[in-house]
């Protein structure tokens, strides 16, 4: 009886599936949601396309100066990007160079040692090689393939593209391919030159960016500050704490990096290195100032252990400690780390605060580079998950 009643519930519930069979084949069968990966970094890729003839000596300077503010700016989304920048400085065919371009790297230090040694000559016809500067901008630089990052191209000068050399790539062909990779590009000019701004707005409109014009030398907010000097003084420190381990061709690149930082402190002003402390000190600073493989870093925060590592891949003055004595130094490292970015995470605040006061008493900075490069990052950056909280630039 038992095993009669087994068998009738089991036709019943075929029964019951082929005659359902006809409703439900043609629905689809809901998948389980997408796992997101947690902690994924928000990513911000930024090249800067440069005019450096004669023309742009103040534009150039002020690049120089601001170029640490421009990327506080932007690590003040949330989440805290992961942020990379790139520069193609260009000129025109004749003069010393005609375009001369920096890859995307988090390594802003060797990127703005780079534009340290950049001069404004050369030029003298009018029109520049725009159209190559945009075309290796779009083509030569190592762009995150990813949909989520928020890619975006800063072209900025003076004068219009030449529109006369016939071997060329012209500028709205290179637009349309980088509108397929996902690339914004804006166009800021300096100065008033109505065939210039002609080109410039339907370079921002082909490119799905904006357009805004500023003075020849840029309108930057540009306020020294009583904290510059000591900030710039407890970042030489702090950057003196880095120490690197890994291969030969690791050990290289971080001794660039180190070339690179003390160009920066022995030629930045302190407005500038104070600018770059701050950075420094922010979530999205914190590759820059490390770079990769930072000994200190990485065994203190427990990501690594001392003892796994290979001698020969350690400071040759760590290699030549007993461990006891690598483990002392790697922890009285870490302490004065720590103790340094909390002395600049403070003095970064008062100086912001300090600068504020001094934009609100002068009535305000919207139309300054600083401020219309931080309206077109926070409102572009928002299609791809980055918000603002902040109503105002770093300065």
């Not at 802003?108 to 016809?125: E, K, R, S, V, W």
């Not at 000019?189 to 080109?199: D, E, H, L, M, W």
């Not at 061709?249 to 402190?265: G, V």
């Not at 609100?360 to 998950?385: I, W």
């Amino acid at each position: 009886m038992k095993t009669k009643l087994i068998a009738t519930a089991l036709f019943a519930l075929t029964a019951v599936g082929v005659a359902a069979y006809p409703i439900y084949k043609n629905t689809p069968i809901p998948l389980p949601p997408q796992q997101t990966v947690p902690n994924q970094a928000a990513k911000i890729d930024v090249v800067f396309v440069l005019d450096t003839t004669g023309s742009m000596g103040g534009l150039i300077q002020a690049a120089k100066e601001k170029i640490w503010s421009i990327a506080s700016s932007m690590a003040q989304a949330r989440p805290a990007p992961e942020i990379r920048m790139g520069l193609v400085a260009y000129r025109d065919r004749g003069d010393a160079y005609v375009t001369r371009v920096v890859d995307l790297s988090s390594d802003l230090d060797t990127m703005y040692a780079t534009l340290m040694d950049f001069q404004a000559n050369g030029g003298g016809d009018g029109p520049e090689s725009v159209n190559q500067a945009l075309n290796e901008a779009v083509n030569k630089m190592s762009w995150h393939k990813d949909n989520k990052t928020y890619k975006a191209i800063f072209l900025v000068g003076d004068a219009p593209p030449h529109m006369d050399y016939q071997d060329d790539v012209k500028y709205p062909q290179t637009l349309a391919l980088a509108k397929q990779k996902g690339i914004v590009v804006n166009a800021i000019q300096c100065g008033r030159s109505a065939q210039t701004q002609q080109y410039w707005q339907q370079i921002a409109q082909l490119g799905n960016g904006d357009y805004f014009q500023v003075d020849q030398a840029g309108s930057a907010v540009a306020i020294a500050t009583p904290y510059d000097k000591t900030l710039a003084e407890l970042s030489r420190k702090l950057d003196d704490t880095r120490m690197v381990y890994g291969s030969k061709e690791e050990k290289a690149a971080f001794a660039r990096k180190q070339a690179a930082t003390e160009k920066l402190h022995d030629t930045a002003s302190d407005e500038s290195q104070a600018r770059r402390a701050a950075f420094n000190a922010s979530g999205s600073g914190k590759t820059n100032l490390l770079g990769k493989q930072d000994l200190v870093e990485d065994v203190s925060s427990g990501r690594v252990e001392l003892k796994d590592i290979d001698k020969a891949a350690l400071p040759a003055a760590v290699a030549a400690m007993s461990p006891a004595e690598q483990k002392a130094m790697i922890a009285s490292k870490a302490k004065e780390r720590k103790d340094l970015q909390a002395k600049i995470g403070h003095l970064a605040k008062e100086r912001d605060a300090f600068i504020r006061k001094k934009v609100e008493a002068s009535g305000g900075a919207k139309g300054s580079l600083d401020a219309r490069l931080f309206e077109s990052v926070r409102s572009q950056a928002a299609a791809k998950g980055l918000h603002y909280e902040a109503e105002a630039p770093a300065y």
